[in-house]
């Protein structure tokens, strides 16, 4: 007898970092900024009444002060709910060739699972022993190129040349750079939209910019690729940001000041927490990003895992091929990290 689940769409689904409920957990799991959203937000007045309303589905508000902010056409902006929409959004675009599209076998988990759910193709590059993207492995022909840069969970960036020659050397697919963490101490290659047409720099307001829960992320790249993007975004749903996302986000863009002190402190906490790492006998990978990527030369990654989560701190740990030495921590504040350095102090 045929049934109707023979005519599903199944899919092994992301299993996405745990959100505790209980308030006195240190969360270093799921790379949030450890400090709010600029004080901007406060200023926002609101108007409730305005939500009987649709939302603006061109998201003007939005799309025009990024534009502004990183001075290119609005034409060249196209806003998501958070980068996984926009991500989303653009395996169904772009990746539409019988050929594989190429991601890091160690990378942000969620491109598998796109693949997967929109029956893409794909080969998943081996990184070389150090954990670094091999240039070469993007050379072979393709249906499309996606990986953060710097790359997750690792941390470690590459610079504008290595990815300039990979978007030359592919002008018959679209290359995706995920600039997820790229605030943290990285250069964008945003300045080579201009020059290359196919290429796409996806950015969030979850990491650098403290606004996870608004759930806002954007794309730019050559004004055709976003038309297009656009054009796929208003056939599957036209209305996906939300009035108060557009509001507020627009709202914290100007706050440049705010903005760099956070990522300061970041930095200087991420440096600082390094040295502590190592001083404990932990590898730490070089990271550029709000997290880092480390691995105790003698204790097990589960056991300190485990450890940390009886006594409240989460990090992430994956059960996965080549990493499962490793845990990924997301940098705090300072008087978090010291919390865990004092448990890692015991532990390891
Ligand atoms: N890309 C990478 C590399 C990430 O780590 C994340 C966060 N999990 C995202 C994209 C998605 O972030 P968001 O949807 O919150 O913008």
Redesign the pocket.
């Known amino acids: 007898m045929n049934s109707w689940k023979d005519n599903i769409r199944t899919v092994e689904p992301y299993v996405p970092g745990e959100q505790p409920k209980d308030t006195n957990v240190i969360k270093l799991n799921?790379?949030e900024n450890p400090y709010g959203p600029s004080g901007k937000v406060n200023e926002v007045k609101l108007d409730m009444n305005n939500l009987r309303k649709y939302p603006d589905a061109k998201v003007s508000a939005l799309v025009n002060k990024l534009a502004e902010y990183h001075n290119i056409k609005p034409e060249q902006v196209f806003v998501g709910v958070?980068?996984?929409?926009v991500?989303s959004m653009c395996f169904m675009t772009f990746f539409n060739s019988d050929k594989p599209i190429f991601f890091p076998d160690v990378t942000?988990s969620?491109y598998d699972v796109w693949a997967d759910v929109y029956r893409i193709p794909y080969e998943q590059k081996k990184l070389d022993e150090n954990f670094n993207i091999v240039k070469e492995d993007y050379m072979a022909e393709n249906g499309g190129i996606i990986f953060?840069n710097p790359n997750?969970p690792t941390g470690i960036l590459v610079d504008t040349d290595f990815i300039e020659d990979i978007v030359k050397a592919n002008p018959a697919s679209v290359v995706i750079i995920?600039e997820?963490?790229i605030d943290f101490g990285g250069k964008s290659v945003l300045p080579l939209i201009d020059k290359y047409d196919n290429l796409l720099v996806v950015r969030?307001?979850?990491k650098s910019r403290s606004m996870?829960g608004l759930?806002i992320?954007y794309a730019m790249g050559n004004s055709e690729l976003i038309k297009y993007l656009n054009d796929v975004k208003y056939s599957v749903n036209s209305y996906t940001m939300n009035t108060p996302s557009i509001i507020y986000g627009s709202a914290i863009i100007d706050d440049e000041e705010y903005f760099r002190s956070t990522l300061d402190k970041i930095i200087s906490t991420r440096e600082r927490f390094v040295g502590e790492l190592k001083r404990l006998g932990f590898n730490v990978l070089p990271s550029k990003a709000n997290f880092v990527f480390a691995s105790h030369k003698s204790v097990d990654a589960n056991v300190i895992f485990e450890t940390l989560k009886e006594k409240k701190v989460y990090v992430r740990h994956w059960n996965a091929p080549r990493i499962s030495d490793y845990l990924r921590i997301t940098i705090g504040t300072d008087e978090e990290m010291d919390k865990l350095i004092s448990l890692l102090e015991d532990i390891c």
């Open positions: 799921t790379n958070g980068s996984d929409d991500i942000y969620f953060p997750a995920d997820a963490y969030t307001f979850s996870a759930r992320g």
